[in-house]
């Protein structure tokens, strides 16, 4: 049910990509970025409307749009934390990215979805914590409720897909 890939989320064959996006919804760099270029404008109009209606997104809460252009159907905007330090309810907030963005997928009928390594990047969340808090998270979700029968965790840097490998396979 999970399954461990390193490569270009905007590459990948799911029902949904999530993104690892921020408050305003409005695009960035990293893999927000390269979801926006890879999957055209219509996302970020979604994202624009959903903006209109509810303000953005907070840390820990997601939002689901067109995939556009991508393979996959739906992309989903997860916000994850800024690493702080550890003392600001990263850890919390980095699980609940990982747990709303399965309860809308679930909701919108996804089988299978695919992650990239949420806050790991310009957020600076440290690796090794994220990858624990994101197999754990995705692990329990998957075991508690029926619906997406596979997540994938696509790791675009080698550090990322080495510590993912070698905690599945423990
Ligand atoms: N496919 C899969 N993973 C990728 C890709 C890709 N094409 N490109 C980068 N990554 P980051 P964050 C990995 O910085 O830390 C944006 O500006 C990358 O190696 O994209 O959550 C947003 O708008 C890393 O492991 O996201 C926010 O402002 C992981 O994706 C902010 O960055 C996450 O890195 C969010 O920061």
């Known amino acids: ?50 903006r209109n209606r509810q303000g953005g997104c907070k840390v820990g809460e997601s939002v689901i749009t067109t995939g556009g252009n991508l393979p996959a159907k739906f992309v989903i905007h997860a916000v994850g934390p800024v690493w702080n330090g550890g003392k600001k309810n990263e ?12 309860k809308l997928a679930s909701e919108n009928g996804v089988k299978v979805l695919a992650f990239p390594n949420i806050s790991t990047g310009i957020y600076h969340f440290p690796k090794d914590r994220a990858a624990v808090i994101a197999i754990h998270t995705v692990r329990e979700f ?29």
């Open 91 to 102: 850890d919390v907030l980095l699980a609940n990215a990982y747990i709303n963005s399965m």
């Open 1 to 50: 049910m999970i399954e461990v890939i390193q490569g270009d989320i905007t590459k990948i064959n799911a029902d949904a990509i999530v993104n690892a996006a921020n408050t305003s919804l409005l695009g960035g760099g990293g893999v927000d970025g390269a979801i926006h270029k890879a999957g055209g404008p219509d996302i970020l109009e979604e994202c624009i409307d959903i």
């Open 142 to 170: 998957l075991s508690d409720f029926g619906g997406i029968e596979k997540v994938i965790f696509v790791c675009y840097d080698a550090e990322n897909f080495e510590l993912y490998t070698s905690l599945i396979n423990e």
